[in-house]
């Protein structure tokens, strides 16, 4: 069956930098939007970043200048960069993705920790 598998999470000094990635597999015979989101302690979940098939991305307001985005349709990867940690970055990242193939159309993967402290 289609599924999103998250790494790249974990513990890092502010200053630092994450790369997060998401996988996805299964019966997938189109792979569409893919989109990062997080859910920080006591927050909603957010829109982190999303972006197409063809590269075109957008971002929640304040994270382009230290989040990039990207990814490899042949390996059906989303990457996320992200420099310049800082403590209010600190939450459990989700990615999900438009799927044509599976019993859904949209899916999402278990999440990754990433908490950001000195």
């Known amino acids: 069956q289609v599924q999103l598998v998250e790494s790249g999470g974990g513990l890092v000094q502010p200053g630092g930098s994450l790369r997060l990635s998401c996988v996805a597999s299964?019966?997938?015979?189109?792979?569409?939007?893919m989109g990062w989101y997080r859910q920080g302690p006591g927050k909603e979940r957010e829109l982190v970043a999303g972006?197409?098939?063809?590269?075109?991305?957008n971002y929640a307001d304040g994270l382009k200048d230290r989040f990039t985005i990207s990814r490899d349709n042949a390996k059906k990867t989303m990457y996320l960069q992200m420099n310049s940690l800082k403590p209010e970055d600190t939450a459990v990242y989700y990615c999900?993705?438009?799927?044509?193939?599976?019993?859904?159309?949209?899916?999402w993967g278990q999440g990754t920790q990433v908490t950001v402290s000195s």
């Open positions: 299964g019966g997938i015979v189109t792979l569409g939007w």
């Open positions: 972006i197409t098939t063809g590269g075109n991305a």
């Open positions: 999900s993705a438009l799927i044509i193939g599976g019993a859904s159309l949209e899916y």
